[in-house]
T-cell receptor
């Protein structure tokens, strides 16, 4: 069975650019969450989506947005990239009551 | 304001001995706690969890203890194995069980020496 898959695995962008990160959940999982992990810190909650609706949002600026598609895959968009947005972006999917399974993440470097 | 704190950035133990990783929290609304293990270039992997109605949960070599009055939990690994070497994250959620928003600590790097 495929786990949570994220693409791309690595990405380099320039300040001010826009980026789209993609996530495919485990088959049957209807909830997708996004986390940002900066070097030396724990993952920090960005968004959670369930059945295509936003269920929760962390303390991130409006430059961060996300959506979930009818097949439950998800995109995370970040506009006007800053150097501080450089991080590992983790996607996790879950089946109600069974906890999260994380993907391997997308390593974003902003230069 | 860090609501979940792992005050030891690193821990080194000998193979076969006990590893004890500690975690403190400040938010009284947290009612579900989890431990994740993370290897480089991989996402966090769920290890073990505990609800606030319990004070201990055991799964094989892994045991989590919760002291609600002290707002403290710990993960015990017995016996420790070299393959346990990884970063361990403590995480907590409030009101949503195991698949709601998680608040993570900064992690503790465990090194198990052969």
């Amino acid at each position: 069975d495929a786990g949570v898959t994220q693409s791309p695995t690595h990405l380099i962008k320039t300040r001010g650019q826009h980026v789209t990160l993609r996530c495919s959940p485990i088959s049957g999982h209807k909830s997708v969450s996004w986390y940002q992990q900066v070097l030396g810190q724990g993952p920090q909650f960005i968004f959670q989506y369930y059945e295509k609706e936003e269920r929760g949002r962390g303390n991130f600026p409006d430059r961060f947005s996300a959506r979930q598609f009818p097949n439950y895959s998800s995109e995370l968009n970040v506009n006007a990239l800053l150097l501080g947005d450089s991080a590992l972006y983790l996607c996790a999917s879950s089946l109600a009551g069974h906890g999260y399974t994380f993907g391997s993440g997308t390593r974003l470097t902003v230069v | 304001d860090q609501q979940v704190k792992q005050n030891s950035p690193s821990l080194s133990v000998q193979e076969g001995r006990i590893s004890i990783l500690n975690c403190d929290y400040t938010n009284s609304m947290f009612d579900y706690f989890l431990w994740y293990k993370k290897y480089p270039a991989e996402g966090p992997t769920f290890l073990i969890s505990i609800s606030s109605i319990k004070d201990k949960n055991e799964d094989g070599r892994f045991t989590v203890f919760l002291n609600k009055s002290a707002k403290h939990l710990s993960l015990h690994i017995v016996p420790s194995q070299p393959g346990d070497s990884a970063v361990y994250f403590c995480a907590a959620s409030a009101g949503g069980g195991s698949n709601y928003k998680l608040t993570f600590g900064k992690g503790t790097l465990l090194t198990v020496n052969p």
